[in-house]
Structure formats: C-alpha cells, structure tokens
C-alpha cells in the first residue's frame, strides 16, 4: 500500500472534500470546508545502501469560514491519523494567506513504511 493510498482511505470515511496539495477554485466556487494535505519523504538507508524503509513526513491542514468548524475536524482527522500509525510532531493554527476569509489549522505528521 502506498502512502496516498493510506491517506485516501483515513481521509475519505469525513464527509468533507480533500485534496492532495493546495487547491485552485474558481472565484465563488470554494468549498466552506475542506481538507489539503502534502508529502515528503526521507529513505531510511541501511549499511548496504538499500532503502529498507521511508519514513513520511505529512502536513495535513484543515481550511473552513468557522473556526469551531475547523477545530473539531482538526481534532477527528488527527485522532483518526494517529489511530492509523501517525505521529503527530506539532501544528500550526492561523488565518490562510491562501484563502483570506478561511481559517486554518495545520498538523505535521510522519509515518514509517517499511518495504
């Protein structure tokens, strides 16, 4: 299984849109919640220069007009990622520079998965 495809499967049990990278909507075509995430990863190299694992380093964001709104889906979608292996390394809440009226929460998490 892939890294998307276990982000997949964890973001699509909310009933709220999700995208893998910052969206662009047409003016006036904004979802009022959703979710962004992004990937990165770093090999874990062994002695004889093979990858053995990958461990993956997410960012999760959660964007929405009420803050209530983005806090309790923060709150699941964290809960929902640990509970699947995750682990949470900090997050971030603020307004958005890319969507102005939005409010945003951000969480970094990282995953290991082995080969």
């Known amino acids: 299984m892939t890294i998307s495809e276990i982000l997949d499967g964890i973001l699509s049990t909310f009933d ?3 995208y893998d990278h910052m969206p662009e909507f047409a003016e006036g075509e904004e979802d009022r919640l959703f979710i962004s995430y992004n990937v990165y990863d770093v090999p874990a190299l062994f002695g004889d220069g093979a990858e053995d ?3 993956y380093h997410v960012t999760v964001s959660i964007f929405g007009y009420i803050a209530q709104d983005v806090n309790s889906l923060y709150d699941r979608v ?3 990622l640990t509970n699947e292996g995750f ?4 997050g ?3 307004k958005s ?3 102005p009226a939005y409010y945003r929460k951000s969480g970094e998490l990282s995953f290991d ?3």
């Open 78 to 80: 964290i809960s929902a």
């Open 113 to 115: 998965l082995s080969f």
């Open 53 to 55: 694992m990958t461990e």
């Open 97 to 99: 520079n890319e969507f």
């Open 87 to 90: 682990c949470r390394q900090g």
């Open 92 to 94: 971030v809440y603020s």
């Open 16 to 18: 709220v849109p999700y």
